[in-house]
């Protein structure tokens, strides 16, 4: 029999289906002024729903500093870049990004990519493929992209346990003193919360003579005094070989970038095919993302705001028996644990609430461990807090959900 390429993907559709984890995705369109306000095309006709699991985590998509200037760029430049960054692309706007957020992480140069994934991946693939004989140490939890692009690379890939410095620290003492390594971490883990221990991998680096690659996805904007992120927050950027960003969470527009030394970002520019055969982000994208980095380097409202913000809906949390998991960064996980419940709890939210929390589900999260990802920003109003935690009792209640001991009233 002939294969048939229909009824395999089928196939492998029901199989997911059946799990639970089939991915369905929310027809929105954001409003802008009134985010997290959001309209949905759904079943029931069209509504306005509450975001509650943006990444756009300060609201930056909307700020009128980075929409005036992506209206000023598209009625000078026009609406793309023409090119690749080699071939016509490079616009002043992409340039003057660049040095902003070289400054922004107090490196010698910066370069843009057309989002974090591209520049994880192509950065780690180029390191990897190029530097001879280099060992890529890897924190298990890493994101698909940093291990998508040291997979690519060909690499040798020594995978370290979360967090762990007793294992990190066994890896790299196994390895001769010769051999360039290579550390490849987050500071901010995207499904849990959690911090990794910055300071102490860097003390384990040069010990060892290792290069550290950094991706502070999650962090920038959010942290450090400038919005530089985890490091900048700790006095560390200066130790770290390579920090890596998005333009398209805190920041609320698109692109990401890779922050070093001069050699480096020109070895990477010089070599990355996920670089150089692109067309460039289009000169309006870099023009809003340059004003929404200036504008969060001397505004710290922004950040404030989103520390009362989370700490409000933590605390709410609590006071219900919800549980979630206690972390040190803006990320709020609750745990449900089972993928059909966790889809189905969303679906509620969706249908009876107004409220849009994306189901979490395996491969993004462990089996066993889904889980709601709730993202409160400066943008939701106490209002908006109220509802949600109302929303969520009266839903445990009903799917008669696992609660914690009652924290004092
Ligand atoms: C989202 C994410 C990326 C990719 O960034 P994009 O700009 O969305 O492509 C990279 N690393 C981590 C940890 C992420 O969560």
Same mark, same amino acid.
């Not at 609406?79 to 340039?95: E, K, M, Q």
């Not at 919005?227 to 692109?255: C, H, N, Q, S, Y």
């Not at 929303?391 to 799917?399: D, R, Y």
């Given at each position: 029999?002939? %294969?048939?390429?229909?009824?395999? %993907?089928?196939?492998?559709?029901?199989?997911?289906?059946?799990?639970?984890?089939?991915?369905? %995705?929310?027809? /929105?369109?954001? *409003?802008?002024?009134?985010?997290? !306000?959001?309209?949905?095309?759904? #079943?029931?006709?069209?509504?306005?729903?509450?975001?509650?699991?943006?990444?756009?985590?300060?609201?930056?998509?909307?700020?009128?500093?980075?929409?005036?200037?992506? *209206?000023?760029?598209?009625?000078?430049?026009?609406?793309?870049?023409?090119?690749?960054?080699?071939?016509?692309?490079?616009?002043?706007?992409?340039?003057?990004?660049?040095?902003?957020?070289?400054?922004?992480?107090?490196?010698?140069?910066?370069?843009?990519?057309?989002?974090?994934?591209?520049?994880?991946?192509?950065?780690?693939?180029?390191?990897?493929?190029?530097?001879?004989?280099?060992?890529?140490?890897?924190?298990?939890?890493?994101?698909?992209?940093?291990?998508?692009?040291?997979?690519?690379?060909? &690499?040798?890939?020594?995978?370290?346990?979360?967090?762990?410095?007793?294992?990190?620290?066994?890896?790299?003492?196994?390895?001769?003193?010769?051999?360039?390594?290579?550390?490849?971490?987050?500071?901010?883990?995207?499904?849990?919360?959690?911090?990794?221990?910055?300071?102490?991998?860097?003390?384990?680096?040069?010990?060892?003579?290792?290069?550290?690659?950094?991706?502070?996805?999650?962090?920038?904007? /959010?942290?450090? =005094?400038?919005?530089?992120?985890?490091?900048?927050?700790?006095?560390?950027?200066?130790?770290?070989?390579?920090?890596?960003?998005?333009?398209?969470?805190?920041?609320?527009?698109?692109?990401?970038?890779?922050?070093?030394?001069?050699?480096?970002?020109?070895?990477?520019?010089?070599?990355?095919?996920? %670089?150089?055969?692109?067309? =460039?982000?289009?000169?309006?994208?870099?023009?809003?993302?340059?004003?929404?980095?200036?504008?969060?380097?001397?505004?710290?409202?922004? !950040?404030?705001?989103?520390?009362?913000?989370? &700490?409000?809906?933590? &605390?709410?949390?609590?006071?219900? #028996?919800?549980?979630?998991?206690?972390?040190?960064?803006?990320?709020?996980?609750?745990?449900?644990?089972?993928?059909?419940?966790?889809?189905?709890?969303?679906?509620? /939210?969706? =249908?009876?609430?107004?409220?849009?929390?994306?189901?979490?589900?395996?491969?993004?999260?462990?089996?066993?461990?889904?889980?709601?990802?709730?993202?409160?920003?400066?943008?939701?109003?106490?209002?908006?807090?109220? &509802?949600?935690?109302?929303?969520?009792?009266?839903?445990?209640?009903?799917? +008669?959900?696992? !609660?914690?001991? *009652?924290?004092? +009233?």
């Amino acid at each position: 029999m002939r %294969f048939a390429p229909d009824a395999f %993907f089928d196939a492998a559709l029901t199989a997911l289906k059946d799990e639970g984890n089939y991915r369905r %995705f929310a027809d /929105l369109e954001r *409003r802008c002024g009134a985010f997290p !306000r959001a309209h949905h095309e759904g #079943g029931q006709g069209d509504r306005e729903v509450t975001v509650w699991c943006s990444n756009d985590y300060l609201g930056m998509g909307q700020h009128p500093a980075v929409l005036a200037a992506m *209206r000023d760029a598209l009625d000078t430049a026009g609406a793309g870049a023409g090119g690749t960054r080699n071939i016509s692309g490079t616009t002043h706007a992409h340039v003057a990004l660049e040095a902003e957020l070289a400054e922004l992480h107090g490196k010698a140069a910066a370069l843009l990519f057309t989002s974090g994934y591209v520049a994880n991946w192509s950065a780690l693939g180029t390191l990897g493929a190029r530097i001879p004989g280099l060992v890529i140490l890897s924190d298990a939890l890493n994101h698909a992209s940093m291990i998508e692009g040291i997979r690519h690379s060909g &690499a040798e890939k020594r995978i370290w346990a979360h967090n762990d410095l007793s294992d990190l620290e066994r890896q790299l003492s196994a390895l001769p003193d010769e051999t360039p390594k290579l550390i490849a971490f987050e500071s901010v883990y995207s499904m849990d919360g959690d911090i990794a221990p910055i300071a102490e991998i860097c003390d384990l680096a040069e010990r060892y003579g290792a290069m550290t690659y950094l991706d502070e996805v999650h962090a920038v904007g /959010l942290y450090g =005094a400038r919005g530089g992120g985890v490091a900048e927050r700790e006095g560390l950027m200066d130790r770290l070989t390579i920090i890596e960003g998005t333009l398209g969470k805190a920041f609320g527009v698109m692109g990401g970038y890779i922050a070093a030394s001069a050699p480096l970002i020109d070895f990477v520019r010089s070599f990355a095919s996920g %670089f150089i055969f692109t067309t =460039a982000l289009p000169p309006a994208v870099a023009a809003g993302a340059l004003a929404s980095v200036c504008h969060l380097k001397t505004s710290t409202a922004e !950040r404030e705001a989103h520390a009362v913000r989370v &700490a409000t809906v933590r &605390a709410g949390l609590d006071r219900l #028996g919800i549980p979630h998991v206690d972390n040190p960064s803006h990320i709020v996980p609750v745990m449900v644990g089972d993928p059909l419940k966790c889809r189905y709890i969303s679906d509620l /939210l969706m =249908a009876h609430h107004g409220i849009y929390i994306q189901p979490i589900n395996y491969p993004t999260v462990p089996k066993g461990t889904e889980r709601l990802r709730i993202t409160p920003s400066p943008v939701h109003s106490e209002t908006d807090v109220a &509802a949600l935690l109302d929303a969520l009792g009266a839903l445990w209640e009903q799917c +008669q959900l696992a !609660r914690l001991p *009652r924290a004092a +009233q």
